[in-house]
């Protein structure tokens, strides 16, 4: 079955930077759009990143392009998000998501998340 | 990337039926059949329940159904159960990146 699990999160001064990692097993990794979601302390939950399948095309949300970078080694079954600048506003539990498709339509696998603060 | 518009709670008693909405725009709910639905209960990971508009994933019980009309979809849950007491979230593909609503707090009196 399909099992994601996220590691890599801490505590981080402001202006710091953190690298998340995702391991994936129990699917073909290789042919699956991978995201990055995050839910802040209390609320609700915020897209942040895309990768397709072969890792050639990425998408962001607004609140972090030009600070975070998705990427993916299909060889070693992992998901990464590399998160430069980081904020206050950018603490929260980052989970690691599965697309249904080889792009970015839907997520129907998440990760228990792990969490990052950015303390003010 | 404006975030989808839900209501902040919904509540029903248990047999009961409860319809969540989510309101987007022609650029993410209107204009891609590609809605999805996740119910999350307190420190857990979201599941997903409804995907393509109205499509249940395996495992689903199939009191949940999903709908959507122009800009807005809907989650309609029959038979309230206890267990159905949880967050819900809406969510759309919009061209190249992915949007969520704000979720809904549904109550089971």
């Known amino acids: 079955q399909v099992h994601l699990v996220e590691s890599g999160g801490g505590v981080v001064q402001p202006g710091r930077s953190l690298r998340l990692s995702c391991a994936a097993s129990?699917?073909?990794?290789?042919?699956?759009?991978m995201h990055w979601v995050r839910q802040a302390p209390g609320k609700g939950l915020e897209w942040v990143a895309l990768?397709?399948?072969?890792?050639?095309?990425?998408y962001y949300a607004d609140s972090v392009k030009g600070r975070f970078t998705i990427s993916r080694d299909n060889s070693k079954n992992t998901l990464f998000l590399q998160m430069n600048s980081l904020r206050v506003e950018d603490t929260a539990i980052y989970y690691c998501?599965?697309?249904?498709?080889?792009?970015?339509?839907?997520?129907?696998?998440w990760g228990q998340g792990t969490l990052v603060t950015v303390p003010s | 990337q404006s975030a989808l518009t839900q209501p902040p709670s919904a509540s029903g008693s248990p047999g009961q039926s409860v319809t969540i909405s989510c309101t987007g725009t022609s650029s993410d709910v209107g204009g891609y059949n590609y809605v999805s639905w996740y119910q999350q209960h307190p420190g857990k990971a979201p599941k997903l329940m409804i995907y393509?508009?109205?499509k249940r994933p395996s495992g689903v019980p199939d009191r949940f159904s999903g709908s959507k009309s122009g800009n807005m979809a809907s989650l309609t849950v029959s038979g309230l159960q206890a267990e159905d007491e949880a967050d819900y979230y809406c969510?759309?593909?919009?061209?190249?990146?992915?949007?969520f609503g704000g979720g809904t707090k549904l109550t089971v009196l």
């Open positions: 393509e508009v109205n």
């Open positions: 129990g699917f073909t990794f290789s042919s699956s759009g």
């Open positions: 969510s759309s593909y919009a061209g190249s990146n992915n949007v």
């Open positions: 990768i397709w399948y072969d890792g050639n095309d990425e």
């Open positions: 998501a599965r697309d249904r498709t080889s792009r970015g339509y839907t997520i129907d696998y």
